[in-house]
């Protein structure tokens, strides 16, 4: 009941929905294509959280990130991951600072790249793990620490990484617990025919735009506080829940597949994680309420980082993408009580 008091009105999702085509608008005259991709970034900035971009070079993942930054009036800062990075590369540190006048000395803290609003983590699984680390605390805490003082990071603040799917030799794979607060992994593919030609004709030439800002950093807090306002039924909390336990192997509610292919799988933050991204798609779309079809279309984003695969499913052709369309498929809508009263219904139809 208190969800629906504090529900967004249908005039803050219609702004919303306009933002959000405006900002496609200007992403379009820089980036080519690419527009699930533009969709599932918009998602995870609405919902707060960070992403990971896979794909092999040469797709626009930097040039599409900082066109992001500059149509939200977002400060951008980029830091490429190389071996020899250090956690201090990234975070900042003390510098012994002297008063020419007085001739006294303190210690002053020079703030690292990682003090912006939209960071772009390039190639992260190609520096150490304590380097990797170094951004964990930023993501989850919103500040770092130096020494015995915490600094607060800006508002709104977003990691967006970039991987290499190619060229793993001399690599550091994210450890599952910093993949897990990410909120999705997104694969960037290759472009279309017809985008491939486009991008010949009109990257090669002379006439460079520069995408217009459309939204401020306060605009973005603000969306995010609606994002988390748009309700979602018991029954699609419980159709969550569902999702989520049957990822887990041995569990009495996973299917026989899932104990065959799964090794380890999603825990509540995964659930939490698809319920935000869920309404965050069904703001950007104007929808009131979450559907159904919010939950699946994000659910490979989400998940597919927090599937560790086993030996037979690898052996058998099967990946993270292909696990979790077959568990959408069997896992039945109805298998919620929730469903009992009619809601089952109603939902389908919206």
């Known amino acids: 009941m208190s969800e629906l ?12 929905r306009a933002a959000q085509e405006r ?84 210690f002053k803290f020079i703030e690292g790249p990682i003090f912006t609003n939209l960071l772009l983590a390039d190639e992260i699984n190609r520096t150490p793990p304590k380097t990797q680390a170094a951004l964990l605390q930023g993501m989850q805490e919103k500040n770092i620490s130096a020494g ?77 506080h609606l994002v988390r306002r748009v309700p979602i039924s018991d029954f699609l909390v419980d159709y969550t829940m569902d999702l989520i336990r049957a990822t887990r192997r041995d569990s009495e509610d996973a299917p026989e597949f899932i104990n065959r292919w799964v090794l380890w799988g999603a825990g509540p933050r995964g659930g939490q994680s698809l ?35 086993s030996y037979n499913a690898e052996s058998e052709g099967q990946t993270a993408d292909t696990v979790i369309e077959k568990l959408i498929e069997e896992t039945p809508l109805h298998q919620s009580a929730a469903g009992k009263d009619g809601q089952y219904e109603r939902i389908l139809k919206s």
């Open 275 to 309: 319920i935000l991204a869920a309404k965050a798609r069904a703001a950007l779309y104007g929808r009131p309420e979450v559907t159904v079809e919010d939950l699946q279309a994000v659910a490979k984003s989400v998940l597919r980082h927090r599937i560790v695969l």
């Open 5 to 16: 008091k504090t529900a967004p009105d249908m005039a803050a999702l219609e702004k919303l």
């Open 148 to 224: 015995t003082k915490h600094y607060q990071l800006p508002r709104p603040f977003f990691v967006l990484a970039t991987q290499n799917p190619i060229e793993q030799e001399g690599t550091y794979p994210l450890p599952e617990a910093q993949l897990d607060r990410f909120l999705m992994k997104i694969i960037v593919k290759y472009p279309t025919r017809d985008e491939e030609r486009l991008i010949y004709k009109t990257v090669t030439g002379d006439d460079l735009v520069e995408p217009e800002a459309t939204l401020t950093g306060e605009e973005v807090l603000e969306l995010q």
């Open 23 to 106: 900002i496609r608008e200007q992403i379009r005259t820089v980036v080519i294509g690419q527009d699930e991709v533009v969709e599932q970034l918009l998602v995870s900035i609405l919902a707060g959280g960070h992403c990971i971009l896979e794909g092999v070079p040469g797709l626009a993942k930097t040039l599409l990130v900082s066109t992001l930054a500059k149509s939200l009036s977002l400060d951008f800062g980029r830091i490429q991951f190389t071996p020899d990075l250090m956690p201090a590369d990234i975070t900042g540190t003390d510098v012994i600072y002297e008063d020419r006048q007085s001739g006294t000395r303190e």
